[in-house]
Nanobody
């Protein structure tokens, strides 16, 4: 199983980006939970958002609530993170991750599969 994150880039504060996470080797239907994490420069990896298999349950970090939207259309092997109203503090390498279990959790240690990361830089 391989996950590949893409869509990062340089954007001005207030702008938007959409990250994608594509899967190969196994369809998204086998993943009970998928999520996005990020690692700001010089800091530890932190939870951003997660979603369950059917999309009925989502969770967001307080810092991104109301600005970011996670989705995983069941007909596609791709998960998305729509990021609006970006702030300089959103600057980080963003990683997508997946696990087989259903509970939507925020601890990165409980995720089994990881993408390589995509860099998001928000300028002020």
């Amino acid at each position: 199983v391989q996950l590949q994150a893409s869509g990062g880039g340089l954007v001005q504060a207030g702008g938007s980006l959409r990250l994608s996470c594509a899967a190969s080797g196994r369809t998204f239907a086998n993943f009970g939970t998928m999520g996005w994490f990020r690692q700001p420069p010089g800091k530890e990896r932190e939870f951003v958002s997660a979603i369950n298999w059917g999309g009925s349950t989502t969770r967001y970090a307080d810092s991104v609530k109301g600005r970011f939207t996670i989705s995983r259309p069941t007909a596609q092997n791709t998960m998305y993170l729509q990021m609006n109203s970006l702030k300089p503090e959103d600057t980080a390498v963003y990683y997508c991750a997946a696990r087989f279990s259903q509970p939507v959790i925020t601890d990165p240690h409980d995720y089994v599969y990881w993408g390589q990361g995509t860099l998001v830089t928000v300028s002020s």
